[in-house]
């Protein structure tokens, strides 16, 4: 069935159908641009749990349920039941009248590869006058039309049934979708939060602060998106928020992780992170041919196994913080701790990587010399250029007494030779750099943390809010990170005379 502008009407039958997500088509949702390919949209096997809604949540009212789906070449099409309500008697007299003839959908759990869903579940159907996806538009509502308003009778209801109506009722329209046998694919439980690569959300940390209570409220459901023009996603609680809040919400705070985006970011997946290292790699060499014996070398690996470094913190709140929905206070509290997770899990990446770094013993005469040579040193070892270079903040004023002339003339020598390149962090002993390689270590880190977690305190009249994140960092190529020394201060000019 294609989209149609045609409205059928019965008096018995209430129901709406067309297409509610074209697949491969570009939609303004609160989370960018979506295409759904088809085959990424998991439809419930029970199909009444998909309601119907007349406008988005949280302020959308159920008028309806599905009825019937059917996955064609062009999208998802559906059918839905309405009630007897008059909130579902005026939304289908909108479809009618096409006031609000559209489409939108509401999906939980969505997973991302760039603008192109990959997995998802459908919740919600929702009538919009604005389409987010352009073809999704109602194709046909069968609904209750009377030419004049009913008059009370006194003679009580029969149930003998005329030939008049029963031929009325043999030409009332159909619906054109019948449920599926095959094509509708059963839902299966999302697994995760899907953070790779990460999602960017247009929402300000205001607005994410105000969706929480929202949330608190009972009003959102948790990762869901609303294919509409401005909804935010929200939470069913404060025990668990999507991770592409994380982002905006440390874009309030003081403190930006600094070390963690210098190594490769991966999910954690379990409360062990696994991984393979070389201990002897293979190597080819040159063939006689002629069906001679090949080069074959010995060749070793070793797997690796890395502890998931739990973290925590919380408070007990006082309950009227949520009651009167004091927004302010909340975002206090919770870019505070979003501040101290970042700091304290880029400090003890800090602490992994000096730990594990290769010991350059020649010490440099300056800082500038002595990350050249890291740099130099590192190309050696693992035949790639160094991709950062730490140092601390005090080292790094001691460039400030080099005058033009005592800088080296080739300060572009390695990708961080100049101090436009480096990273300052406090986690650095003072005296030493770290140049290295972002392939020589992984900082894992369970997808969506921190974790926001809450219970009523009722004794106490409070809430008990805390935060919990999970991390584990892995080395990868030891001699990919070098440890340099130079002089703490630099040598003394010689007098002019």
């Known amino acids: 069935m294609k989209p149609s502008t045609v409205v059928l009407a019965s008096e018995s039958a209430r129901t709406i159908e067309g297409m509610v997500l074209p697949w ?61 309500s008059e909130a579902a008697t005026t939304a289908l007299t909108q479809a009618q009248d096409h006031i609000i003839d559209s489409f939108s959908i509401e999906a939980a759990g969505v997973r991302q590869r760039g603008r192109e869903a990959t997995d998802g579940l459908l919740k919600a159907v929702a009538l919009v006058p604005f389409p987010a996806f352009h073809s999704a538009r109602i194709g046909l509502v069968n609904a209750e039309e009377h030419d004049e308003p009913h008059e009370p009778v006194d003679e009580p209801p029969t149930t003998d049934t005329t030939d008049e109506e029963t031929k009325e009722s043999e030409e009332m329209p159909q619906p054109t979708i019948t449920p599926p046998a095959t094509t509708a694919r059963v839902a299966t439980v999302p697994k995760g939060v899907a953070p790779e690569p990460p999602t960017e959300v247009h929402a300000s940390l205001h607005e994410a602060t105000e969706i929480l209570l929202a949330a608190n409220q009972g009003a959102m459901s948790m990762d869901e998106v609303h294919a509409a023009l401005t909804d935010i996603t929200g939470t ?77 913190g919380g408070n007990d709140l006082d309950r009227q913080i949520f009651d009167f929905k004091e927004a302010d206070a909340l975002r206090m509290y919770w870019a505070a701790m979003a501040e101290s997770y970042a700091y304290e899990t880029d400090k003890e990446l800090a602490a992994f990587l000096v730990k594990n770094a290769t010991d350059v013993q020649e010490s440099a005469p300056d800082l500038i010399r002595a990350i050249s040579r890291g740099a130099i040193r590192l190309d050696e070892k693992t035949h790639s250029p160094a991709t950062f270079a730490l140092v601390n903040p005090s080292d790094l004023e001691t460039v400030l007494d080099f005058s033009q002339l005592d800088v080296p003339h080739f300060t572009g020598l390695t990708p961080v030779s100049t101090p436009d390149k480096w990273v300052t962090s406090e986690f650095v002993e003072k005296g030493t750099a770290i140049v290295g390689s972002k392939l020589a270590a992984t900082f894992y880190e369970l997808p969506g943390s921190p974790l926001r977690v809450e219970a009523e305190h009722i004794a106490k009249g409070g809430r008990d809010a805390a935060l919990f994140g999970y991390t584990a960092q892995m080395i990868n190529r030891a001699d990919g990170l070098m440890k340099v020394h130079f002089a703490k201060s630099p040598a003394p000019k010689p007098e002019i005379v």
């Open 236 to 312: 069913n609680t404060l025990t668990t928020t999507p991770a592409t809040w994380l982002g905006e919400l440390w874009s309030g705070v003081a403190y930006k992780r600094r070390i963690v985006p210098l190594v490769q970011n991966a999910a954690l997946r379990g409360r062990r992170a696994h991984g393979m290292r070389w201990k002897t790699k293979p190597t080819i060499a040159k063939w006689k041919g002629d069906k001679t014996d090949i080069h074959s070398s010995k060749a070793e690996w070793e797997e690796v196994e890395m502890r998931a470094q739990p973290w925590a």
């Open 24 to 84: 491969g088509e570009a939609g303004a949702t609160n989370r960018g641009e979506i295409i759904f390919p088809r085959g990424s949209l998991n439809i419930p096997s029970d199909l009444s749990r998909v309601k119907l809604l007349a406008g988005h949540s949280p302020a959308g009212v159920p008028v309806g349920f599905a009825i019937a789906a059917e996955e064609r070449d062009e999208g998802l099409y559906m059918c839905f039941q309405l009630g007897s």
